[in-house]
């Protein structure tokens, strides 16, 4: 069952337009070399213009019917802590990329982070679509129901969103020319936000929902949030190389950076209500499952930027 289980796992990232990203975490080449050809910004945004997508056209009403008749309110709760954790994270990058959009030296650089900012405001109201139409929560307005939802949240989501990327972007809005904050910004939002964070949630919550197959509309737009989000990070490691290249100093800053970020990182896997360290189980995988996931997919990422 485990095996059958993480090939289903690989075979979403298999998918042609998750693998049109040239995320490295798609690419088992990049356990071994550093010698991997990553698409360039305007290359980005081509990709960016081909893959759109609407949260109006997604169906949730069988959605609807899974979550009040089919999943136990057990499992509703459970469910709470990665839904509330992705909807206010989408709400939090999507306020703090601008800054870094600013700070950016190119404006090949800037106009795809522009489309970025648009990607993370669509799927801001994706989650606010899934919620109002599946019925999750009593408020309605969205930022009632950031409110509502955020008292699933654990303290190290706050940790890492609100004190370590908030006073990073809080410097890059005072000193936009600081290129070390910069490399410090994208380490943290691109690297561990998106590419371990997000994205290993993302298999798993898609995973798990196929199995059990429930929430299909649900799964249907998290598999476009995840096709943006394997293209952001694609942004970010092809950044993050070409300073790692460029000098030293950048080098060192990915590297505390990290450093930094990696312990409260994997506290945010665990909800505010788990126990059994890493054996705790949520929805048939084990918290070492998910951390050996990210961990092979930031290695990747890692190795082809110049650090591994
Ligand atoms: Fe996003
Ligand atoms: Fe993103």
Redesign the pocket.
Known sequence: MEAKEAAGIRSRTQRADYQATADPALNEAADRTADIKLLGYGELYDLWERQQWQTQELDFSQDREDWHERIPEEERFQRMYGLSSFFIGEQK?AEELGPIMRAAPTEDQKVFLCT?IA??AR?VRFFERFYREVGVLEADGLSEMLTETSSHLNQNFGELFDEMLGSRTERLSQEPEDTEALVEAVTLYHMVI?GML?LTGQHFIMEYNERENTLPGFVEGFGNVAR??HR?VAFGSVFLREKAHEDDRYKAAIQRTLEQALPIADGVFSPPWAEGGDDFELFGYSLGETRQFAATCLMRRLKVIGLG
Do not use: I, L
């Open positions: 990058v970025q990607d993370e799927h998106e997000a943006d989000e952001h």
